[in-house]
């Protein structure tokens, strides 16, 4: 995974998507809303398919890493 120190966020900070960007690739965007979809779900063995798709869309490593270490999600 990517240096996710340079996101610019803190750990712990809610992640949000910047609508400027995600308007330009809205395939992206439901990549990244099928990933958090699936892990709210506990669907943990789909999430390897839906990273590699939302990378084959072009979503960066700090956006799923922080859908990955959401702090509102409870494991």
Same mark, same amino acid.
């Given at each position: 995974? $990517? =240096? %996710? $120190?340079?996101?610019?966020?803190? /750990? &712990?900070?809610p992640f949000y998507f =910047?609508?400027?960007? %995600?308007?330009?690739?809205?395939m992206r965007l439901s990549?990244?809303? $099928?990933? #958090? *979809?699936?892990?709210?779900?506990? #669907? /943990?063995?789909?999430?390897?398919? +839906? +990273?590699? +798709?939302? #990378? *084959?869309? &072009?979503?960066?490593?700090?956006? +799923? /890493? /922080?859908?990955?270490?959401?702090?509102?999600?409870?494991?």
């Amino acid at each position: 995974m $990517a =240096n %996710v $120190a340079q996101a610019g966020r803190p /750990y &712990g900070q809610p992640f949000y998507f =910047n609508t400027q960007s %995600v308007l330009r690739h809205p395939m992206r965007l439901s990549a990244l809303l $099928a990933l #958090k *979809e699936a892990l709210l779900e506990e #669907k /943990y063995e789909d999430c390897c398919d +839906i +990273i590699g +798709i939302a #990378k *084959e869309f &072009g979503a960066s490593d700090w956006e +799923i /890493y /922080y859908l990955l270490e959401d702090a509102r999600r409870s494991p």
